[in-house]
């Protein structure tokens, strides 16, 4: 949805949304204005990415959808990411494994210690539940900015 640096699929550009506007910073800015925690959905299986099917190409795959992240959180300083995408798959063959999932938390932990995250699947250990705990998942967060962090 938001005009990614690292490939040339998203909303913005494909479609009739103005191409000087980015729709992910308006929602968030609407949301922190009506004081809602912003919360992002991301599927780990991209069907139109061909890098994903393929065990020789995979890790580039995986290269990317990282430094997405690392945009998503950057650049907009989400509460949630949701994701899903890990079941099994014959045709094509799903390349996403457990281990995958724990080196997903642990990255996503490193950029964002206090980001409440879920996979979705059974596939992992990091599966049904949020990264933290349920009395914890969105407490009041300060901002970036005073966290230290560049805006």
Same mark, same amino acid.
């Given at each position: 949805?938001?005009?990614?640096?690292?490939?040339?699929?998203?909303?913005?550009?494909?479609? #009739?949304?103005? #191409?000087?506007?980015?729709?992910?910073?308006?929602?968030?800015?609407? /949301?922190? /204005?009506?004081?809602?925690?912003?919360?992002?959905?991301? =599927?780990?299986?991209?069907?139109?990415?061909?890098?994903?099917?393929?065990?020789?190409?995979?890790?580039?795959?995986?290269?990317?959808?990282?430094?997405?992240?690392?945009?998503?959180?950057?650049?907009?300083?989400?509460?949630?990411?949701?994701?899903?995408?890990?079941?099994?798959?014959?045709?094509?063959?799903?390349?996403? =494994?457990?281990?995958?999932? *724990?080196?997903?938390?642990?990255?996503?932990?490193?950029?964002?210690?206090?980001? =409440?995250?879920?996979?979705?699947? /059974?596939? #992992?250990?990091?599966?049904?539940?949020?990264? *933290?705990?349920? #009395?914890?998942?969105?407490?009041?967060?300060?901002?970036?900015?005073?966290?230290?962090? *560049?805006?």
């Amino acid at each position: 949805m938001w005009p990614t640096r690292q490939n040339t699929w998203n909303l913005r550009d494909h479609s #009739s949304f103005d #191409s000087r506007r980015d729709i992910l910073a308006e929602l968030k800015r609407a /949301a922190d /204005a009506a004081g809602v925690k912003l919360g992002f959905y991301y =599927s780990i299986w991209d069907w139109h990415d061909p890098d994903f099917p393929d065990p020789a190409t995979f890790p580039r795959y995986k290269q990317r959808m990282y430094a997405q992240l690392k945009e998503l959180i950057d650049n907009y300083d989400p509460a949630l990411l949701w994701f899903d995408g890990q079941w099994d798959a014959v045709n094509p063959v799903n390349r996403w =494994s457990p281990q995958d999932g *724990a080196e997903l938390q642990k990255y996503l932990r490193g950029l964002d210690p206090g980001l =409440s995250s879920t996979t979705g699947s /059974a596939r #992992s250990a990091w599966s049904t539940a949020t990264t *933290a705990p349920r #009395s914890r998942r969105f407490p009041p967060r300060p901002s970036r900015a005073s966290r230290g962090r *560049a805006v």
